[in-house]
């Protein structure tokens, strides 16, 4: 089912509180009501619709392009980490392939990560010392929102559980391989992508001035037709 524009604003305010700092979301929510009370008071207590009307359009500008700049941000933070994970495993596959034991392979990866991956790292040899399951497995390949990195980490319980199965070492390497071939695609779309939004930037910085000018043209009309 296709949701509403007003159903995918409100999930994005929702996501945006849930990753804020109590702090500047206070600050967002301030400037909000802010602008919902100039409004109110240019339509209410002055009789100026248009200007009221603007004074909304802006509020609705503002919040679009908080919430588009958060989600991008939080798009290229996910992006960086799947890199490094595939970086920081390649690693790994060859620790596991000189005969390494998995547990001590991720701890030799602990070396060559970034401070975010390291964190995510230790939460997973943390999770096996005390859980011989699959779950620090899954819950570690979870957080990197890919069914692909997902699948791989089961191959490396696997390894685990079997004792380093040949079978299992070989399935890891396969599921590895084509986790570096799609990365690698995915990069190089990226790249055509972001060329080819180059040429809708200058588009974008446009459409924006002409919004800002209707919104004082709108509030010029509102004034002299008010006061006349």
């Not at 009307?53 to 991008?72: E, Q």
């Not at 070989?170 to 790249?191: G, I, N, Y």
């Not at 060329?195 to 001035?209: N, P, T, V, Y």
């Amino acid at each position: 089912m296709k949701r509403s524009p007003a159903k995918k604003f409100e999930e994005g305010w929702s996501e945006l509180r849930g990753k804020l700092d109590k702090r500047t979301w206070l600050l967002l929510a301030g400037l909000n009501l802010l602008l919902i009370a100039s409004s109110l008071y240019l339509i209410l207590g002055l009789k100026q619709p248009f200007p009221a009307l603007g004074t909304a359009l802006v509020m609705a500008a503002f919040d679009g392009m908080i919430i588009r700049s958060f989600r991008s941000a939080s798009g290229k933070e996910e992006e960086a980490l799947q890199k490094e994970f595939v970086q920081i495993f390649a690693y790994f596959a060859i620790y596991i392939r000189d005969g390494l034991p998995v547990y001590h392979a991720l701890e030799e990866c602990l070396h060559y990560a970034s401070e975010p991956m390291e964190k995510r790292l230790r939460g997973l040899l943390d999770g096996i010392d005390h859980d011989k399951t699959v779950a620090p497995f899954v819950a570690f390949g979870d957080s990197f929102h890919s069914m692909e990195i997902r699948q791989l980490l089961i191959s490396i319980y696997r390894m685990v559980d079997e004792g380093g199965n040949e079978s299992y070492i070989r399935q890891f390497s396969v599921l590895f391989d084509s986790l570096q071939a799609t990365k690698k695609k995915e990069e190089l779309e990226r790249t055509d992508s972001r060329l080819g939004s180059l040429g809708m930037l200058a588009m974008g910085d446009s459409a924006l001035i002409m919004l800002l000018v209707t919104i004082g043209i709108v509030q010029i009309i509102g004034g002299y037709v008010n006061g006349i």
